[in-house]
């Protein structure tokens, strides 16, 4: 168990529609990664915070956005849905600040299916 | 941008052999770690590893940054090794994942 919990498992919903993924990151990370693993794409970095502020972004699309609270739990907000969206989305958790500095820690990841 | 090339692609291996997995770069990292994907989907850190080398059990890393590669070594495979495993670079705050290889280790 990597202590870090990602909900919901499964998601399954229509093209246009709007998602939220949630992540908790492990006990005393402050630092929370999203990623996106589909067929086409394979893995995909997408967005890092620490500590409520955002540190890089990767291949993030713009119908996509993400936060993390003062609890230091993340989500990510996907809108506007298309097929192509369809993927395993994964958050990890690290201690530092520096994005990709430390060893990340993965949650088991939200699979998103667009019909 | 950078560019990063895993090899082989896929490896099938009889449980109890010894495989070398190979990531290749083509510009100089801030870092450099290990994964394994599960085939049940679990990402698993293996090692973060930006020079140098390190083990942990029956599994080893070398990073040797200045010829730009770096190694994983897996001992007397077993099934439960069996997976995808990527290298994944770090470099001016972006991310970058090879390709994997696929390890199948048959019984």
């Known amino acids: 168990d990597s202590g870090v919990t990602q909900t919901p498992k499964h998601l399954i919903t229509a093209t246009g529609q709007r998602v939220t993924l949630r992540c908790s990151p492990r006990?005393?990370?402050?630092?929370v990664y999203w990623y996106q693993q589909s067929l086409d794409q394979g893995l995909q970095f997408l967005i890092h915070?620490?500590?409520?502020?955002?540190?890089a972004k990767g291949n993030i699309l713009e119908r996509f956005s993400a936060q993390q609270f003062p609890d230091l739990h993340s989500e990510l907000n996907l809108s506007s849905l298309e097929l192509g969206d369809s993927a395993l989305y994964f958050c990890?958790?690290?201690?530092?600040?520096?994005?990709?500095?430390?060893?990340?820690?993965f949650g088991d990841g939200t699979r998103l299916s667009i019909l | 941008g950078i560019q990063v090339e895993q090899s082989p692609p896929d490896l099938i291996l009889q449980e109890g052999a010894n495989s070398t997995l190979r990531c290749n770069f083509s510009?100089?990292?801030?870092?450099l770690q290990w994964f394994h994907q599960n085939p049940w989907g679990q990402l698993i850190n293996l090692f973060y590893?930006?020079?140098g080398t390190k083990q942990n059990g029956r599994l080893s890393a070398t990073t040797v940054a200045t010829e730009r590669y770096s190694l994983l070594y897996i001992s007397s495979s077993q099934t439960t090794d069996s997976g995808v495993y990527f290298c994944?670079?770090?470099?001016?705050?972006?991310?970058?994942f090879g390709k994997g290889t696929r390890l199948h280790i048959l019984p």
């Open positions: 990890a958790s690290s201690v530092g600040r520096e994005t990709g500095n430390q060893p990340q820690h």
């Open positions: 006990s005393g990370d402050l630092s």
């Open positions: 994944v670079l770090n470099r001016d705050d972006k991310i970058i």
């Open positions: 590893i930006p020079s």
């Open positions: 915070y620490y500590n409520g502020e955002e540190r």
């Open positions: 510009d100089s990292v801030n870092n």
